[in-house]
């Protein structure tokens, strides 16, 4: 098999360390206990109705849709001694603790609609210091290595660390649901706590990464060049694809297996949070197999394998009686290998398809493709956060009842079943046809460097420190 690799792209176990370490603060806020908990916490918390919840995720998502590609253009433009991305995250890690703090207060407002409307401001101001920090993060990976197995190495890292970290929050956060007597105290509790965690994790990866002199030397083209030559890239379209697919499931189960646990199980919340646990160990645990696999075949026989486990277990949910405690945590545990893959592989590819684009346009933007990639996993989140109230509402979900009537019972077992395998096979077709091999992505490298667009070695010193 043609394998190519340049010593200089080998990264030390620092280097991906520091920054897997500087995605927590995304894999645990919004990835995982946002995804989880938000909603929940919107109406069963702070008292909000499934319908005014859902309204206060969307205009939250209005916004979305300009700043994450402004925020990645602009990067691909910042001209600074620290690099393009990462002063970015020197200054937006701040404000990424403290608006995700604010976002689990229930102040003392009364009525719906101004309630609402305060959480869907405090929304905004998360989501921008989100956007902050998250798109240039995503955009340093293609910068770190341009070898195709080390990608695969540094995002299976960063995906290891947000699952273990996750897993962690998700078992902290389940001791305290149950040793705090008040709910709402729990949750601020769980805000400030991970907010003050966030700030110095993003450092790590401002220190601990460095970014190539011969990148940020490129002029930038202008806005909507930059986006002609996203739109012509179609290795970069089958991964966004893959991206917002393999994202969708994962929101949508996140948002209602809540509800799933403590209504059809019959779990209290502090065990429905346990399970949150069991699940990302299982991912964490899966990790090396899927990167295993990645290196043995490629990236996309990876994960196509491990979406098709993954398609099988959700379907498979719909069978399990009420009650029936030791099935979910089979679940959980069987779930692993796809959700691994879902953190790890599509962000692998997403770098390889960036070599396509300088290619044909000469040009490293990395940021702008971030942005967008950013955009599609916050918005899949949104989405799914704003559907799923209304569907809860229209099927006479009743907040903080005992029981839910079975109407209401079925619209959470097929949301959590059905609906996320319908996007699973989409997505198992989308990579089924993905354009770029192993040996065409290494084809792609040859050619850049004999135009001398691709430059080595990728640290200022010339070798990593």
């Excluded at 389940?174 to 769980?190: E, H, K, N, Q």
């Excluded at 002609?228 to 209602?256: C, D, E, H, Q």
């Excluded at 399990?320 to 592989?345: C, D, K, M, S, T």
Aim: proline content about 5%; overall charge positive; aromatic content about 12%.
């Amino acid at each position: 098999m043609f394998r190519v690799r340049t010593e200089d792209e080998t990264l030390t176990l620092w280097s991906k360390l520091a920054y897997a370490v500087g995605g927590l603060a995304h894999s645990v806020g919004p990835g995982t206990i946002v995804a989880f908990w938000y909603l929940f916490f919107l109406t069963d918390v702070a008292g909000l109705a499934p319908s005014l919840a859902g309204l206060t995720i969307i205009i939250g998502g209005v916004w979305d849709a300009v700043n994450d590609p402004l925020i990645g253009w602009l990067s691909d433009r910042t001209r600074t001694r620290w690099g393009r991305r990462r002063p970015y995250l020197l200054f937006g890690a701040l404000p990424y603790g403290a608006t995700f703090a604010l976002m689990w207060w229930v102040p003392p407002i009364e009525g719906g609609i101004l309630l609402s409307l305060y959480f869907a401001g405090v929304y905004i101001l998360f989501d921008t210091a989100v956007t902050l920090v998250s798109c240039p993060y995503d955009a340093l990976v293609p910068e770190l290595t341009v070898d195709y197995d080390e990608r695969t190495s540094v995002t299976s890292y960063r995906a290891f660390v947000s699952i273990l970290t996750g897993l962690l929050a998700a078992v902290g956060f389940g001791i305290l649901l149950d040793s705090v007597s008040s709910t709402r105290a729990a949750f601020l509790g769980m805000g400030v706590t991970l907010g003050v965690v966030f700030v110095p994790t993003i450092l790590v990866a401002f220190f601990g990464t460095k970014e190539r002199r011969a990148f940020q030397e490129r002029p930038a083209a202008p806005f909507w060049k930059s986006i002609r030559f996203v739109a012509k890239n179609r290795p970069w379209r089958y991964s966004l694809g893959m991206t917002i697919l393999s994202w969708v499931p994962v929101n949508i189960a996140s948002a209602v297996f809540v509800y799933y646990l403590i209504y059809w199980i019959k779990m209290e919340p502090g065990e429905a949070s346990i399970i949150q646990a069991v699940i990302l160990a299982s991912s964490a645990l899966f990790m090396p197999l899927v990167l295993w696999i990645g290196r043995k075949w490629d990236k996309r026989t990876a994960y196509v394998a491990a979406i098709a486990s993954w398609l099988t277990v959700m379907l498979s949910i719909l069978l399990v009686p009420q009650e029936a405690r030791i099935l979910a945590y089979l679940v959980a545990v069987l779930a692993g290998p796809g959700i691994a893959a879902a953190h790890a592989i599509p962000r692998a590819i997403s770098a390889d398809t960036l070599d396509f684009d300088q290619l044909n346009s000469g040009l490293r933007q990395e940021g702008i493709y971030a942005g967008f990639e950013v955009f599609a996993r916050k918005i899949s989140v949104k989405v799914v956060l704003a559907a799923v109230g209304p569907v809860l509402g229209w099927s006479g979900y009743v907040q903080s009842a005992a029981v839910q009537p079975p109407t209401a019972l079925w619209a959470i077992r097929l949301l959590v079943s059905v609906a996320p395998s319908v996007i699973l096979a989409l997505a198992l077709i989308l990579a089924w046809k993905y354009p770029l091999s192993r040996e065409g992505h290494m084809e792609i490298q040859e050619q850049l460097r004999k135009r001398k667009l691709l430059s080595y070695p990728q640290m200022e010193g010339g070798k990593e420190e």
